[in-house]
């Protein structure tokens, strides 16, 4: 079934064809939407051997594409990316969705290695790995929806349902208005209707919405905010009753806003950039919309504006790579700590699926994650909205041009038992170095699992930041560390990964020069002098506040070797000196192997007595306390600095 979904939310002109470089009938016809038609010209333009430059050929494939002849698209996409530079990254996501169409997995992949290391990698290619793994495995085969269809859809396109007290506000390009016929689909402009929605979901026939001015041109999209009353939606662009084009010849849609008690006001209205799915979040006092910005990442991204009292108080801001994409995303809904949105990326089920990101705190946002199989199709899935059942569980609606509906787009209805999306979990942060957070890049950030297998590796960026993003486990162990570094390593349970969701993760990482300090021609763990009572050699509390730093440093750096040196003054008797020195170097190294320093780290535990006096205190020589203290030491000597410094 072939989808109405352009007439909400792509180029709206009845003289777009004006601004666009038309050398050809083939490019009449591409730019006035008549695709088959235009296929039709290219090809016959190619059998009279006709010059068409790429350009055109491009508009082939994008008429190929927009017909479903997917095959003959792809080949034209792959010989133009692979032989010239004028592909956009919107027409580069056409053409993996192409190959994804005709099942050439494997040439998407090899594709999107390609280009590793380049503008088109980074949060794209770690949000296709991850739902490409998502929905390869079995946690979304339902995924818990109940689906329903409404009675109250018609054979026009129906869609963008929205909330609107106990009622549900839609979209609809039913002729039951008088309005004018949209020349690129041949249905009535789009209007707002009105049902009456019952306990269980169901609604009643469909009546116009009077709230909103009339008008004879599109009207649609709408949001209602319970918090204030005003109703947000999409309308053309007018001048006195009639549609208002820019220097180009092109009409857009602009965002207006009816108050609770029937004022109207545009809020964002350019007469060459259209506006789509207006959402109003209370909480953040954030309106949220799509737009076809020239500083898209591809076709129509989703932006934001801060408000105050129904005020537009910033310009519009790109919720960036990690939610937009080469594609088209539209429809955003905010729920939950969560925004739903929309988006024909190439690494989705079919057309427009959905998707579902966590709000993370620093403003930032998690990997979208498809929904999967339980709601989206090989279709159009857009138009999501969900809330709290009155009853139990979670309800909402979505609007989709799948097979057995009744009209182009319809409106369905489901419910579910809880949150929808696969639960993940996010690490996020930066690692520095101390003792001033110098970033540290190239740091290896690997998550593992209960029995230590490396579930995701990356690696932090220039500015030290990081952030890694998996399906949810009760327990793992985080693992950071860089060569010449030390490693930090944590394990955590589900109350701890709950609190490490709260806020970014610091970690530090120090140099082995960070705890290592030159003694005597060595180089040795810097520690604080500690001293044993004399004549014994159990470890008191202060002692093992120190040697605990040596099982800390094991820990940061697990290829550390060692030595222990432990040294008495002159002061007794030579071999009871001797005696005592051996003793609390086994000690010590008894106290390191219990508390987890493996065998092997230490490579010899000797006791020297006072054969190493570090100055002139030797026997016989009156000394200052203060003087006899500098030789009773312990020293850690590593054995392997120059490997671990290197």
Same mark, same amino acid.
């Given at each position: 079934?072939?989808?109405?979904?352009?007439?909400?939310?792509?180029?709206?002109?009845?003289?777009?064809?004006?601004?666009?470089?038309?050398?050809?009938?083939?490019?009449?016809?591409?730019?006035?939407?008549?695709?088959?038609?235009?296929?039709?010209?290219?090809?016959?333009?190619?059998?009279?051997?006709?010059?068409?430059?790429?350009?055109?050929?491009?508009?082939?494939?994008?008429?190929?594409?927009?017909?479903?002849?997917?095959?003959?698209?792809?080949?034209?996409?792959?010989?133009?990316?692979?032989?010239?530079?004028?592909?956009?990254?919107?027409?580069?996501?056409?053409?993996?969705?192409?190959?994804?169409?005709?099942?050439?997995?494997?040439?998407?992949?090899?594709?999107?290695?390609?280009?590793?290391?380049?503008?088109?990698?980074?949060?794209?290619?770690?949000?296709?790995?991850?739902?490409?793994?998502?929905?390869?495995?079995?946690?979304?085969?339902?995924?818990?929806?109940?689906?329903?269809?409404?009675?109250?859809?018609?054979?026009?396109?129906?869609?963008?349902?929205?909330?609107?007290?106990?009622?549900?506000?839609?979209?609809?390009?039913?002729?039951?208005?008088?309005?004018?016929?949209?020349?690129?689909?041949?249905?009535?402009?789009?209007?707002?209707?009105?049902?009456?929605?019952?306990?269980?979901?169901?609604?009643?026939?469909?009546?116009?919405?009077?709230?909103?001015?009339?008008?004879?041109?599109?009207?649609?999209?709408?949001?209602?905010?319970?918090?204030?009353?005003?109703?947000?939606?999409?309308?053309?662009?007018?001048?006195?009753?009639?549609?208002?084009?820019?220097?180009?010849?092109?009409?857009?849609?602009?965002?207006?806003?009816?108050?609770?008690?029937?004022?109207?006001?545009?809020?964002?209205?350019?007469?060459?950039?259209?506006?789509?799915?207006?959402?109003?979040?209370? *909480?953040?006092?954030?309106? @949220? $919309? #799509?737009? /076809?910005?020239?500083?898209?990442? =591809? &076709?129509? %991204? +989703? !932006?934001?504006?801060?408000?105050?009292?129904?005020?537009?108080?910033?310009?519009?801001?790109?919720?960036?790579?990690?939610?937009?994409?080469?594609?088209?995303?539209?429809?955003?809904?905010?729920?939950?700590?969560?925004?739903?949105?929309?988006?024909?990326?190439?690494?989705?089920?079919?057309?427009?699926?959905?998707?579902?990101?966590?709000?993370?705190?620093?403003?930032?946002?998690?990997?979208?994650?498809?929904?999967?199989?339980?709601?989206?199709?090989?279709?159009?899935?857009?138009?999501?909205?969900?809330?709290?059942?009155?009853? *139990?569980?979670?309800?909402? @609606? $979505? #609007?989709? /041009?799948?097979?057995?509906?009744? =009209? &182009?787009? %319809? +409106? !369905?209805?489901?419910?579910?038992?809880?949150?929808?999306?696969?639960?993940?979990?996010?690490?996020?942060?930066?690692?520095?170095?101390?003792?001033?957070?110098?970033?540290?890049?190239?740091?290896?950030?690997?998550?593992?699992?209960?029995?230590?297998?490396?579930?995701?590796?990356?690696?932090?960026?220039?500015?030290?930041?990081?952030?890694?993003?998996?399906?949810?486990?009760?327990?793992?162990?985080?693992?950071?560390?860089?060569?010449?570094?030390?490693?930090?390593?944590?394990?955590?349970?589900?109350?701890?990964?709950?609190?490490? *969701?709260?806020?970014?993760?610091?970690?530090?990482?120090?140099?082995?020069?960070?705890?290592?300090?030159?003694?005597?021609?060595?180089?040795?763990?810097?520690?604080?002098?500690?001293?044993?009572?004399?004549?014994?050699?159990?470890?008191?509390?202060?002692?093992?506040?120190?040697?605990?730093?040596?099982?800390?440093?094991?820990?940061?750096?697990?290829?550390?070797?060692?030595?222990?040196?432990?040294?008495?003054?002159?002061?007794?008797?030579?071999?009871?000196?001797?005696?005592?020195?051996?003793?609390?170097?086994?000690?010590?190294?008894?106290?390191?192997?219990?508390?987890?320093?493996?065998?092997?780290?230490?490579?010899?535990?000797?006791?020297?007595? *006072?054969?190493?006096?570090?100055?002139?205190?030797?026997?016989?020589?009156?000394?200052?306390?203060?003087?006899?203290?500098?030789?009773?030491?312990?020293?850690?000597?590593?054995?392997?600095?120059?490997?671990?410094?290197?």
């Amino acid at each position: 079934m072939k989808s109405r979904l352009v007439i909400a939310f792509f180029f709206i002109s009845t003289a777009f064809c004006l601004s666009q470089e038309i050398n050809s009938r083939g490019d009449k016809f591409f730019y006035t939407y008549a695709y088959e038609d235009a296929i039709e010209a290219y090809e016959k333009q190619l059998q009279q051997g006709e010059a068409m430059s790429n350009f055109q050929r491009l508009n082939l494939a994008d008429s190929y594409f927009k017909t479903g002849e997917y095959d003959k698209a792809s080949k034209i996409y792959l010989d133009i990316n692979k032989n010239d530079s004028i592909m956009s990254d919107h027409r580069f996501n056409k053409m993996l969705q192409s190959l994804a169409k005709i099942s050439e997995t494997d040439q998407v992949k090899a594709v999107l290695k390609s280009k590793k290391g380049t503008s088109f990698a980074g949060e794209l290619l770690e949000n296709a790995e991850f739902n490409d793994e998502v929905l390869n495995s079995d946690d979304t085969e339902s995924a818990g929806f109940f689906i329903f269809s409404l009675n109250s859809n018609s054979s026009e396109a129906d869609n963008a349902p929205s909330f609107y007290k106990n009622d549900l506000l839609f979209s609809s390009s039913r002729k039951t208005r008088s309005k004018k016929i949209y020349g690129p689909s041949g249905d009535a402009y789009l209007d707002i209707y009105k049902v009456t929605k019952d306990p269980n979901g169901s609604l009643s026939e469909a009546s116009p919405f009077g709230r909103i001015p009339n008008s004879e041109f599109h009207k649609s999209t709408p949001y209602y905010s319970e918090s204030t009353g005003d109703i947000y939606y999409i309308l053309s662009n007018t001048e006195d009753n009639n549609l208002a084009f820019d220097e180009k010849g092109k009409n857009a849609l602009s965002i207006g806003m009816v108050s609770e008690n029937g004022a109207f006001r545009f809020l964002l209205k350019d007469l060459s950039t259209s506006f789509y799915y207006p959402f109003y979040n209370a *909480e953040s006092g954030r309106l @949220y $919309f #799509s737009a /076809n910005f020239e500083d898209s990442y =591809g &076709g129509t %991204d +989703i !932006y934001y504006v801060d408000m105050n009292n129904g005020q537009v108080m910033s310009q519009p801001i790109n919720l960036g790579p990690r939610i937009n994409s080469p594609g088209n995303e539209i429809a955003p809904y905010v729920f939950d700590n969560s925004i739903y949105f929309s988006s024909d990326v190439f690494y989705g089920m079919g057309g427009m699926d959905i998707y579902r990101s966590n709000l993370l705190p620093d403003n930032g946002f998690s990997i979208p994650v498809n929904l999967g199989k339980g709601i989206n199709t090989k279709y159009d899935e857009f138009g999501f909205i969900i809330k709290q059942n009155q009853e *139990e569980g979670l309800m909402g @609606y $979505f #609007s989709s /041009n799948r097979s057995g509906g009744k =009209g &182009g787009d %319809d +409106i !369905y209805g489901f419910k579910i038992s809880e949150k929808p999306g696969l639960q993940t979990l996010i690490f996020r942060g930066k690692v520095v170095k101390p003792p001033y957070d110098q970033s540290l890049s190239d740091a290896s950030i690997k998550v593992l699992d209960g029995d230590g297998n490396v579930l995701k590796e990356v690696f932090s960026g220039a500015n030290g930041a990081y952030q890694l993003e998996i399906p949810y486990h009760p327990v793992v162990t985080l693992e950071v560390s860089k060569e010449t570094f030390s490693r930090f390593t944590e394990t955590y349970n589900p109350k701890g990964l709950k609190e490490l *969701e709260k806020t970014p993760l610091k970690i530090e990482l120090s140099s082995i020069a960070d705890i290592v300090e030159e003694k005597e021609g060595k180089m040795v763990l810097n520690l604080k002098d500690f001293f044993f009572v004399s004549g014994q050699s159990n470890l008191t509390p202060d002692i093992t506040m120190e040697i605990d730093k040596v099982v800390d440093a094991v820990k940061k750096f697990p290829k550390l070797k060692f030595s222990i040196e432990t040294h008495t003054d002159s002061r007794g008797g030579r071999s009871s000196n001797q005696r005592i020195s051996e003793q609390r170097s086994a000690a010590i190294k008894a106290y390191l192997l219990k508390n987890g320093v493996p065998s092997e780290t230490i490579t010899s535990s000797k006791g020297f007595g *006072e054969d190493k006096i570090v100055n002139n205190c030797t026997d016989g020589v009156y000394c200052l306390d203060f003087l006899h203290k500098q030789n009773l030491r312990t020293l850690f000597v590593v054995e392997n600095y120059d490997e671990l410094s290197q």
